[in-house]
């Protein structure tokens, strides 16, 4: 069977990394409506949440580095494959039993598959230039389009349980078949052993030595882009609803549509400039946007919160591309699979553990105390992490020979 070339099996990738994220955020516009369809209590929606993130965490986890062994395709396929099952399992759910189950599966599938993608995209990019881009843009544009799509389709589509994953299940079963035609990018070496077998899968979070000065620079980074991300999806539609009285789904996924597609668009534009030129955008504007966006909602002034998450999704985009750049460019070939699903267990456990933290406390100290909080935190890594990479790039022009290079582009910032 023939192959696909090289750069058309790139936009494949790059589609179903974009798909994966997008089945992730689906589900997220529908809880309202199996809440009041099955009543059950604010507590067991966070342990829908929180399943999805703990499945998806063991399989970064233990299979992370898998792809780097037997090759990007296989673990691909095992992906898809599962992803598949999990939409079978939400068309069937008829309650919380099979919702969280569907939503276990499908963390599995998406752990099994994000760090291999990412790597993927690097591997096939056509250059480091359109690889960064589509790197950072495709999780934004995934997450806006799941939220989106979803929440028109539960608003005005017929069957809104039930469209939203018979398009997703179709779409993922046309990208399985088409894996069959992209051609694989890493070097199978196999185990030498069934002892390195157990090693490689046993759960374990790691990145190689020469990337691990960048990794911990980057480290604030990664945090705090991912920490606001699940603050607008955990809590960025109790806000729309109870804040601003907007209780139309579609609307509502329009608003929460804007942090994200505004990540993307960024992500496109910044597209060339060095990692600590993003950063040095990304931070001020992340934490900016984040501010006005606290201010909309105290003062209880939509435009102003729409104008706020525009920017802070600006910042998302300069800030995470900039950290995932510096720390791809050191990265080797051979471990990319296993440095991305490091990245991917930071991010998330990030985007996850303050969103369950914030929707237990929600109820006990209320929905703008809680969001004050959270801005707070997402503040705190903001300025942490723009001071560390002002202070290591005021060391990098000091002493040029201390392993951190230093581009013509940063040198202009």
């Given at each position: ?6 750069h ?16 992730s955020a ?7 409506v ?6 059950f209590?604010?507590?067991?929606l ?6 999805y993130v ?9 299979v ?9 395709r296989?673990?691909?396929?095992g ?7 999990s ?6 759910a ?19 598959a994000?760090g291999?993608l990412?790597?993927?995209?690097v ?18 544009i995934g997450?806006?389009?799941?939220v ?9 589509a ?6 939203i994953?018979?398009i997703?299940l179709?779409?993922y079963?046309v ?5 069959l ?5 890493s ?9 390195h077998?157990?090693?490689?899968l046993?759960?374990?979070a790691s ?10 620079i980057?480290l ?5 882009t ?21 209780d139309?789904?579609?609307q ?7 942090f994200f ?7 496109l ?9 993003k950063?040095t955008?990304?931070y001020p ?9 606290l ?8 435009p102003?919160?729409?104008?706020g ?5 600006s ?7 900039g ?14 699979g296993?440095?991305f699903s490091?990245?991917?267990?930071v991010?998330y456990?990030?985007?996850s553990?303050?969103?369950v ?25 903001a ?6 990479t ?8 000091i ?7 230093v581009?013509?582009a940063?040198?202009?910032v």
């Open positions: 069977m023939s192959r696909l070339h090289p058309r099996a790139f936009w494949v990738i790059t589609t179903t990394l974009v798909m994966v994220l997008f089945a689906a589900p997220s516009p529908l809880y309202p199996y809440q009041e369809l099955w009543g209590s604010s507590f067991t966070t342990l829908v949440f929180a399943i703990v499945t998806m965490l063991i399989s970064l986890l233990s992370g580095s898998l792809s780097d062994h037997i090759g990007r296989p673990v691909l396929a992906a898809l494959a599962l992803l598949i099952v939409m079978v399992l939400f068309l069937a008829d309650g919380v039993g099979i919702l969280m189950a569907a939503r276990a599966l499908q963390g599995l599938a998406t752990g099994a994000i291999t990412t790597a993927t995209v591997d096939m990019q056509p250059s480091a230039k359109t690889g960064s881009a589509i790197s950072g843009a495709a999780p934004a997450l806006a389009g799941g989106a799509v979803a929440g028109i389709l539960v608003q005005y017929p069957a809104p349980r039930f469209l994953y018979e997703t179709a779409l079963a990208l399985m078949i088409a894996l035609i992209v051609p694989e990018t070097e199978r070496v196999g185990f030498s052993s069934r002892r077998v157990a090693t490689t046993a759960p374990r990145v190689p030595a020469e990337v691990r000065r960048e990794f911990w980057a604030p980074a990664f945090i705090a991912w920490s606001l991300g699940g603050l607008f999806l955990s809590l960025g539609s109790s806000v729309v609803a109870k804040v601003f009285d907007v139309n789904h579609a509502a996924g329009l608003l929460l549509f804007g597609c505004s990540a993307a668009i960024t992500s534009l910044i597209t060339g400039r060095a990692p600590a030129s950063l955008f990304g504007a992340l934490a900016g946007g984040a501010v006005i966006s201010v909309g909602v105290l003062a209880g002034n939509l102003t919160y729409v104008v998450s525009l920017i802070a999704g910042g998302f985009a300069g800030t995470y591309i950290a995932l750049d510096s720390v791809s460019n050191r990265t080797p070939a051979g471990q990319r296993q440095v490091t990245v991917f267990i991010s456990v990030a985007f553990v303050p969103a933290i914030a929707g237990l406390l929600v109820g006990h100290v209320g929905l703008r105390e809680t969001v004050i909080g959270y801005v707070t935190y997402v503040l705190a890594l300025v942490v992490g723009a001071l560390i002002a202070r290591m790039r005021r060391l990098a022009s002493r040029p020979d201390s392993g951190v290079q581009s013509t940063d040198a202009r």
